[in-house]
């Protein structure tokens, strides 16, 4: 049995930088992916659009037959006028993180009234706003990584009332309430699963630190809702990663005061982990929609003549995910090291 899907497009991944990024930018392609959506938050963040456009330029030396959408990482320096200047330069979004809710975050969003300027501008030019839809832990408003999701969801519908023409992502949703909200709102609101989402609940990331990421996986119904809106087709949900690699001993070690790294890495083995995702909840039918069709058309990034491509899969018995992926002195250690996936590239 196989299968193809056309022009498979990742609509959120990161690909760090220097020879981190030298080792896992190659790993877009080999996971089946011809398109990335590359976040902005690295050290120092990408803030202007000459600083995109020369992350852009690295990731072109590393992989050229990646098309790379880039961003801008939500800051008090990102001005209306920049904004302009991006979009003619081609950078595609800007991603707002909460101030300290996940990797280099250090630098987010507290409130966002100051940069409905910057939204005006976004939704003018038209520009996406990718959301991280969490809000800060607050043990006095009883908020921690659990509802940090469902709290957000207020910003989310204010953002949208505010801006009804901005095309708004929320990222990575892990509840059934987010989806909801993304479903209650208009057609310029969208949504973006990862793949490790649709497997995970609370009971596999915690004391697990391969599996923890931000946000965090959370009850087996809201695991449940994720799978539902895939299997209905809706086209407003789709595939972003959040891909996000991290030195192994970031992640398998932590101390009193410094916790384990968050971030859970698919790139090279993301399509044919999708597919048997899907397969294993009766939604293989949808795999072209979710992994390329539904986020191409949101984005109105359509697949043309000069980018189609063709990626067949096949099924498998006992195709092992390799236990770790090095190059140099780097290393990354993927999702589900070791176990089977029930289906591969062909070559």
Not at 135 to 145: E, F, I, L, W, Y
Not at 237 to 248: E, M, R, V, Y
Not at 272 to 283: Q, R
């Amino acid at each position: 049995m196989s299968l193809s899907v056309q022009s498979p497009a990742d609509f959120h991944v990161h690909l760090r930088q220097g020879s981190l990024s030298a080792l896992v930018t190659p790993h877009v392609r080999q996971g089946g992916f011809t398109l990335a959506y590359v976040m902005p938050n690295l050290k120092p963040p990408i803030t202007t659009t000459d600083q995109a456009l020369a992350y852009k330029n690295e990731l072109q030396k590393i992989d050229p037959h990646v098309e790379y959408l880039m961003t801008l990482y939500l800051s008090p320096d990102l001005t209306p006028d920049e904004i302009r200047r991006a979009k003619a330069a081609g950078v595609v979004g800007v991603k707002s993180y909460p101030r300290g809710v996940t990797t280099n975050s250090e630098g987010g969003i507290e409130s966002y009234e100051v940069y409905f300027p910057v939204f005006e501008a976004m939704q003018e030019v038209g520009m996406v706003l990718n959301l991280h839809g969490e809000v800060p832990s607050d043990a006095s408003t009883n908020t921690c990584v659990l509802n940090a999701e469902v709290k957000f969801l207020s910003h989310l519908t204010k953002l949208h009332r505010n801006f009804p023409k901005l095309r708004i992502v929320l990222e990575h949703a892990t509840t059934r309430a987010a989806v909801d909200a993304v479903k209650s709102l208009g057609p310029t609101v969208a949504c973006t699963i990862t793949a490790h989402h649709l497997a995970l609940i609370v009971d596999d990331w915690a004391g697990q630190a391969f599996n923890y990421c931000k946000p965090v996986a959370k009850f087996p119904d809201d695991r449940a809702a994720l799978q539902e809106v895939i299997k209905e087709g809706h086209p407003r949900f789709f595939l972003g990663s959040d891909s996000a690699p991290h030195p192994p001993e970031t992640k398998s070690t932590c101390s009193p005061t410094h916790a384990c790294a968050a971030g859970v890495y698919t790139s090279p083995i993301l399509l044919p982990l999708v597919a048997h995702l899907l397969e294993s909840f009766g939604a293989l039918d949808k795999l072209e929609n979710f992994t390329s069709g539904y986020g191409r058309a949101f984005y109105e990034r359509p697949v043309i003549k000069e980018t189609e491509t063709r990626v067949t899969l096949r099924k498998v018995q006992g195709k092992k995910i390799a236990k770790k992926w090095a190059l140099g002195q780097e290393s990354v250690i993927p999702f589900w090291a070791g176990k089977d996936l029930n289906w591969e590239i062909v070559h």
